[in-house]
């Protein structure tokens, strides 16, 4: 009986910590993924600034990006060039003759995924 109730208080204790490690990890996520702001008066004319509080003041205002000068996925990053070169390794092997599930094993990708890197047009 003993032994069963330290197994109920030890689940117990378990979950409470499991519990509070989420709602901090939680707390911490919900902070990274709000959005940064600039104050205005640091980054804008005055005379600027003067005018944006006729339309909203103490609030936040969102600024989106042109749309011409917005760069797709993985420009940035340079992930979007690293993954062509390795698309364009994959169609290399394998019109060298290396298999498709040699090269799905290789990669880290499924045999359906390297399928359509070496018949993309």
Request: charged share 25%; proline share 2%; with cysteine.
């Given at each position: 009986?003993?032994?069963?109730?330290?197994?109920?208080?030890?689940?117990?204790?378990?979950r409470?910590?499991i519990?509070?490690?989420?709602?901090?990890?939680?707390?911490?996520?919900?902070?990274?993924?709000?959005?940064?702001?600039?104050?205005?008066?640091?980054?804008?004319?005055?005379?600027?600034?003067?005018?944006?509080?006729?339309?909203?003041?103490?609030?936040?205002?969102?600024?989106?990006?042109?749309?011409?000068?917005?760069?797709?996925?993985?420009?940035?990053?340079?992930?979007?060039?690293?993954?062509?070169?390795?698309?364009?390794?994959?169609?290399?092997?394998?019109?060298?003759?290396t298999?498709?599930?040699?090269?799905?094993?290789?990669?880290?990708?499924?045999?359906?995924?390297?399928?359509k890197?070496?018949?993309?047009?």
């Amino acid at each position: 009986m003993q032994s069963q109730w330290i197994a109920t208080f030890a689940w117990s204790k378990n979950r409470r910590i499991i519990n509070m490690l989420a709602l901090l990890l939680d707390d911490h996520l919900k902070e990274e993924a709000c959005m940064k702001y600039i104050n205005a008066k640091n980054l804008l004319p005055d005379a600027l600034v003067k005018e944006l509080q006729s339309y909203i003041q103490g609030g936040y205002l969102y600024i989106p990006a042109d749309q011409a000068q917005q760069k797709r996925w993985g420009e940035s990053s340079g992930y979007r060039q690293e993954l062509q070169q390795r698309n364009r390794q994959i169609v290399e092997a394998f019109q060298n003759g290396t298999s498709m599930e040699v090269l799905a094993e290789k990669y880290f990708l499924s045999v359906s995924a390297i399928r359509k890197i070496i018949y993309q047009k």
